[in-house]
């Protein structure tokens, strides 16, 4: 169950600060755009089956062997944000623009603009916060540079988990093949229909 009190979320029963954004895509499915003020708003982005394609020869899922409770960075990066910190202020700022836009790149079928989006997304979103950078996230990222990907980023709040790289059209194999040698890479697919309840107990 989520519960908030004034701009912080909590799941009430482990009282361990977090987000909405995973509760709403896991339950609706596909790719969505999410506003969220006083309600929520859920806009699905529809995906033509070669975008999807594209999305999933594309993109390298990549565990990096480092489990972590977010719940404390969150609550420092919420603290820093309630407190007026330029720095943080300015970068949640630029990451709400850029989640306009990658939903604007999706729409269109751009892959290759939604992977420079998402790196310049991960920029601001290391600087959150010193936790929210590893030294292995970041050798996953200057890995797939290197190797020639449009862009990189750890999901979720970060400090371990898992790295999410785009790669160019011509080159997925081979920025696959590099990072495989610093984290797990994970098979992953998309999914369009979200919750289902295959049974009722009523």
């Known amino acids: 169950m989520i519960a908030e009190e004034g701009r912080r979320i909590e799941v009430e029963e482990m009282g361990i ?40 020869r594309r993109s390298i899922l990549v565990y990096t062997g480092e489990s972590r409770i977010s719940g404390d960075t969150i609550t420092a990066v919420l603290g820093a944000y309630e407190a007026g910190t330029p720095t943080v202020v300015g970068a949640l700022r630029r ?29 601001h ?3 959150l916060h010193p936790s929210i950078p590893t030294a292995r996230i970041d050798e996953i990222v200057e890995t797939a540079r290197r190797e020639g990907a449009l862009g990189a980023k750890a999901m979720g709040a970060s400090g371990g988990g898992c790295v999410l790289v785009l790669a160019r059209s011509d080159n997925p194999d081979r920025v696959r093949r590099a990072v495989s040698r610093l984290g797990n890479v994970l098979d992953f697919d998309i999914d369009d229909a979200g919750l289902t309840i295959l049974r009722s107990a009523c």
């Open 95 to 123: 990451m709400r623009e850029i989640a306009i836009d990658m939903a604007s790149a999706l729409r269109k079928g751009d892959v290759d603009s939604l992977g420079e989006l998402l790196d310049e997304h991960w920029m």
């Open 125 to 127: 979103q290391r600087s």
């Open 17 to 56: 600060a977090g987000g909405r954004q995973d509760h709403y895509a896991a339950t609706h499915g596909g790719a969505l755009g999410l506003t969220f003020t006083t309600s929520v708003n859920v806009f699905r982005i529809p995906l033509t089956q070669n975008v999807k394609k594209e999305l999933v």
